[in-house]
């Protein structure tokens, strides 16, 4: 079994690469004329083809590019009243001589929308009525009838990616902008929510630079954030970590000898409550650590702590 499992990766890896080869001007123009649009990008395919085309409109459209899927059957019995004159079309069928989305091209010539189609055949209808063509010809499918559309399929979702990544890329699409329409997500929760909405206050772990070593091991205990803050929420001098609580003990094992002192970071890393929580896990994988103090840099003061996993 993972000798075929092998197999259809490689054939489909093959009919990729091809499809690669065969990229050229037209691709580049069709990018900039969805770029240039004032209307929405219409995508229309049937079968397997309408399944791949109903993903390439939701990737779209969360990247920037306003999109939305639309059954050619249905569009055929009154939906056609979805399209704008302004709206350009993206026609998938690897045939290019799909009947159901034949159908539609006069209605779109006359109402002058811009075809771009993918087709895996230069010579079809669909690639001659097409203002662009994107051309995803496979050297074969990965199903060994050569009758289940596998390496065809993939290649028309690729394409389908390409032309969203190169719009996100000239449309400088950032983290920010896919939150807005992922509120809902992690990404959107994370990048939306300021550090002061999930931020730890009470209960934090303070504690005086002259602190017994056993009352270091309780507050660190006590507080469940595998650190203390050395000092007050009005100054902190340190912090120390589980981390440079080990890392003291394994240079000196008598603990009557380590003090806070010596074992504290006196350099904490503070970050603003107002700050967005992607920036705040930005700068936590930036530094290696799980736990950031909220507050005040230039003061030293403290509001709470932020943990990014919690």
Partial sequence: MKDIAKRVFDIEIEALQHVAGLIDDEFTKAVQVILKA??????????????????????????????????????????????????????????????????????????????IGITGNTESTIAKNSDYHL?????????????????????????????????????????EDFARFHPGGRLGHKLLSRVKDLMRTDNLPYIAKDASFTELLLRMSEGRLGMVIVGTNEYVEGVITDGDLRRALVRNSDTSKLNITGMMSQNPVIINAEEFVGQAEKLMMAKKITTILVGDIEQRTITGVYQIYN
Avoid at 142 to 166: I, K, R, Y
């Fill in 135 to 175: 051309n995803i010809n496979i050297t074969r499918e990965a199903c060994p009838l050569a009758l289940a559309p596998t390496s065809s399929t993939t290649a028309a979702l690729v394409m389908g990616d390409a032309l969203a990544v190169a719009l996100m890329e000239l449309r400088q699409f950032q983290q």
């Fill in 38 to 115: 004032s209307g929405k990008l219409i995508v229309i395919g049937i079968g397997k083809s309408g399944l791949i085309g109903k993903k390439i409109a939701a990737t779209l459209s969360s990247t920037g590019t306003p999109s939305f899927f639309l059954h050619p059957g249905e569009a055929f019995h009154g939906d056609l009243g979805m399209v704008g004159e302004n709206d350009q079309i993206l026609l998938v069928s690897y045939s290019g001589e799909t009947d159901e989305v034949l159908k539609l091209i006069p209605f779109l010539k006359w109402n002058k929308n811009i075809i």
